[in-house]
């Protein structure tokens, strides 16, 4: 079903039909793709730090850009970053250590979030649980 990543993983097909939604899991650091009612892509994630929570709650994307730096954190790179709220929080490539470590973002491993950058578009939704 899944071919098999270090850190993701993302199923041999993915349907070109169905609603695409991005799960996130703080607890577990975990993020899920969906298209229509099925697991498409699996990733470890690293979200936001003690002093610096990520956001829980439904947020639709409402800015992609493919090259993006920070415009608070001294122009940190921000690879295939997709803004999901009005204060600069957002999915984008970057260090994954496997727990909280961001300043409220979700980074992601750099090919998972390239590719999927390429399966979503602004208004998927962006569902981040505690």
């Known amino acids: 079903m899944f ?32 298209r229509g009612e099925e697991v498409v892509g699996v990733t470890t994630v690293s979200s936001g730090k003690t ?4 956001p829980t709650g439904v947020f639709p994307i409402i800015g992609k850009e493919k090259v993006h730096h920070s415009n608070t954190y001294e122009n940190a790179p921000m ?11 957002a999915l984008h490539g970057g260090s994954n250590p496997g727990y909280p470590a961001s300043h409220g973002c979700i980074r992601l491993p750099m090919k998972f979030a390239a590719r999927l950058f390429e399966l979503t578009q602004t208004g998927s939704p962006v569902i981040i649980e505690a």
Request: no cysteine; aromatic share 12%.
């Open 51 to 54: 002093d610096h929570e990520t």
């Open 79 to 89: 690879p295939f970053m997709q803004r999901f709220n009005n204060y600069g929080v």
């Open 3 to 34: 071919d098999t990543g270090t850190t993701s993983r993302w199923a041999d097909t993915i349907p070109t039909s169905g609603q695409t939604r991005i799960v996130i899991s703080l607890t577990d650091q975990m993020g899920y793709l969906y």
